[in-house]
């Protein structure tokens, strides 16, 4: 009797009545607003979960090589090994060029002998003191163009000497320094030297007589042509006129 039911009121083992079908449960979506205000979710950690460009990116895998090994470069083609190698040795070479440089060119400023050089000190004073007792005074004339200077006496000369000894010493540099010899003219009295090749600017002047009994010096500033009043007088400095 039970074959000729239909399928819904086929009888159960128990008694005579309906079997229904039971129907599966409700499929809930999860990325719908209504559940996930439910389950208390916000939209935008949802989004941020379920997004592939806002997950954090996976450190890539970094395979690992296989064969031998490179062998290290050589130590010359390091830098740092030429940056603390060339530190010493440019000291050194620094060091042998000083030395050099100081025997090839000694200071002239530097005195070897300061007995030798104390007593023509004195030496010099005492000229010096006989010049301003001679109250010795002369016109020296300079053209540094033509090479040409006239020294012409004035006071205090004595009798005429037949040469003058006219030296132009430079402050600092002893080889620049020059002496000439002033032959006297015969007629005037006038004393000239030809070749004076010295430049301009600061030159100490020194002027003595041949027997080196009396000596005059003066500090000037020389230009190319110019005239200069040279006395022993202390009290007086160097009168200069220049011409150019």
């Known amino acids: ?34 559940a ?8 935008s950690a949802s989004t941020a979960a379920s997004s592939p460009l806002l ?33 010493p040795l440019v000291t050194i070479a620094a060091g042998v060029y ?11 400023l530097v005195v070897d002998d300061y007995y030798r050089e ?12 006989t010049a301003r007792a001679l109250a010795i ?22 009798r005429p000497r037949p040469t003058l000894v006219l030296s ?8 620049r320094d020059r002496e000439f010899v002033l032959h006297a003219e015969s007629d005037s009295g006038i004393y000239h030297a030809d070749g004076v090749n010295i430049g301009t600017g600061l030159w100490h002047i020194r002027l003595r ?14 230009s190319r042509r110019q005239t200069l009043m040279l006395s022993a007088d202390d009290n007086r400095a160097p009168e200069a006129a220049a011409a150019d």
């Open 36 to 43: 996930r205000a439910k389950i208390g979710v916000s939209s």
């Open 1 to 34: 009797m039970s074959r000729l039911l239909p399928g819904p009121w086929r009888p159960c083992r128990y008694a005579c009545a309906p079997v229904r079908r039971l129907s599966p449960p409700p499929v809930t979506h999860w990325n719908s607003s209504s």
């Open 209 to 222: 007589a041949s027997e080196a009994d009396w000596q005059l010096d003066t500090t000037v500033t020389l």
């Open 98 to 108: 000083t030395l050099f440089l100081a025997g090839e060119h000694p200071d002239a």
């Open 55 to 87: 997950a954090k990116p996976r450190r890539p895998l970094v395979p690992l090589q296989s064969g031998p090994t490179p062998p290290p470069s050589p130590w010359y083609r390091h830098f740092w090994v030429w940056v603390v190698a060339g530190l």
């Open 168 to 175: 132009f010493i430079h402050p600092t540099l002893r080889e």
């Open 118 to 129: 104390g007593l023509a000190i004195n030496r010099r004073l005492e000229r010096e003191a």
């Open 137 to 158: 005074r002369a016109r020296l004339q300079l053209d540094l163009a033509q090479g040409t200077l006239a020294l012409e006496p004035e006071h205090g000369f004595g």
